[in-house]
């Protein structure tokens, strides 16, 4: 099956502590995205990423921390330095060779909660 | 400032009931809009998406439409089910020659009643 996967479902994380989260797809798409979705809230751009090893800054991107080292791959790090780092986290891609207009197709989601 | 909103937060309907969610966005200058649904906890599922020289799609008993000069969408559900119970996001592209951004209303929680 095609489609994208985030791990892990439920994450907990002690103050001062640095987590990642892990967004894998296999749809071959070139263009992946992380958001933050907070109650009330609509969801919230974090870091998008066109090609490998390229990835730009959203709207929400202090105290988080990115990487794409492969095509498949596009892991996010909550960092010490969010303040505010409770929310669900949505990793989403997108093939690009059809022009802007695709859309965009979403994980799961990781629920991330600070003890 | 880019912004997309929706009315109501939140609907509940009986059964087999038509209903209707509100979407406008303040910047008409977009690329298309697309209509989402989430289930509680899970991520998104697109439903509908209407390019910006359309005028409306359909999916089934879905139907979204589109006055880009108003900057309005509505998704009309027709004979709602309990299966329709979810959040129901609307997102617009905005394309900025290399990059694209997507922005999310902050959705309309429908809750339809047996």
């Known amino acids: 099956d095609g489609g994208i996967t985030q791990s892990p479902k439920y994450l907990f994380r002690k103050e001062g502590q640095n987590v990642t989260l892990s967004c894998e797809q296999n749809l071959n798409h070139d263009a992946m995205y992380w958001y933050r979705q907070d109650p009330g809230q609509g969801l919230r751009l974090i870091y998008y990423?066109?090609?490998?090893?390229?990835?730009q800054k959203g709207d929400i991107a202090e105290g988080y921390s990115v990487s794409r080292e492969k095509k498949e791959s596009f892991p996010l790090t909550v960092t010490s330095a969010q303040k505010n780092p409770t929310a669900f986290y949505l990793c989403?891609?997108?093939?690009?060779?059809?022009?802007?207009?695709?859309?965009?197709?979403f994980g799961p989601g990781t629920r991330l909660t600070v003890l | 400032k880019q912004e997309v909103t929706q009315i109501p937060a939140a609907l509940s309907v009986p059964e087999g009931e038509n209903l209707v969610l509100n979407c406008s966005f303040t910047d008409s200058a977009i690329y298309n809009l697309q209509w989402f649904r989430q289930d509680p906890g899970k991520g998104l599922t697109s439903l509908l998406l209407?390019?910006?020289?359309?005028r409306e799609q359909t999916s089934g008993r879905l139907n979204a439409s589109l006055d880009k000069s108003s900057g309005r969408s509505t998704l009309y559900i027709a004979a709602s089910q309990p299966g329709d119970s979810a959040t129901y996001l609307c997102a617009v592209l905005y394309y900025g020659g290399a990059t694209n951004k997507l922005i999310f209303g902050t959705g309309t929680l429908l809750a339809v009643q047996p």
């Open positions: 990423s066109q090609i490998v090893n390229d990835f």
């Open positions: 209407i390019q910006s020289s359309q």
């Open positions: 989403a891609s997108r093939s690009t060779s059809r022009g802007p207009t695709d859309t965009q197709y």
